[in-house]
């Protein structure tokens, strides 16, 4: 049973067979932004030297053994390496270098049972209706100067947002 995010304390207790029950206090704080980030950071690296290990592959082996890795990898929960990059939104030269070394934006995530859509690309569809949406959202809250900041900075992820969806579309 997973503890409340309101901060209060939750029992949990599970029964194990060779010890008997086992008891916690649980409690739950909100997530930080900081640990977010570096978690994020993490994960980028780790999709960084994947990608570099199938460049550095296909260009020392590629050619002699008539055989080409690809990124349609799947990494944690099957997960495709170009729809995990893809919902982190990392800078879009990694996104490239996925797709530069195969990765189809079109294939299934078949493994994937907590989001909706299913292809890279469709995640990318659904990320830029999003977009759109906060900043429909943002624009009918009014004017102020505040207000108007965060419009700006919405356009801006809708832009990046369609351009990255722009470039799926493209590719294969």
Not at 137 to 164: F, M, N, T, V, Y
Request: charged content about 30%; glycine content about 6%; proline content about 4%.
């Amino acid at each position: 049973m997973p503890s409340p995010s309101d901060g209060s304390w939750v029992d949990i207790s599970k029964r194990l067979e060779s010890v008997g029950t086992i008891g916690i206090a649980a409690k739950r704080r909100s997530p930080d932004i900081e640990y977010f980030n570096i978690k994020k950071q993490e994960i980028v690296n780790s999709m960084k030297t994947q990608i570099e290990t199938i460049e550095r592959f296909n260009n020392e082996f590629g050619r002699a053994i008539s055989a080409r890795l690809t990124s349609n990898v799947r990494g944690i929960n099957g997960i495709l390496l170009l729809y995990a990059a893809i919902g982190l939104m990392p800078d879009k030269s990694l996104i490239e270098r996925i797709l530069l070394t195969g990765g189809d934006p079109r294939r299934q995530n078949k493994n994937n049972k907590h989001d909706s859509c299913c292809t890279p690309l469709e995640l990318a569809l659904s990320q830029y209706k999003r977009c759109q949406g906060k900043a429909k959202d943002l624009r009918e809250k009014g004017r102020s100067p505040h207000i108007i900041q965060h419009i700006h900075a919405q356009d801006q992820r809708c832009a990046e947002a369609k351009s990255l969806l722009d470039m799926l579309k493209l590719a294969r």
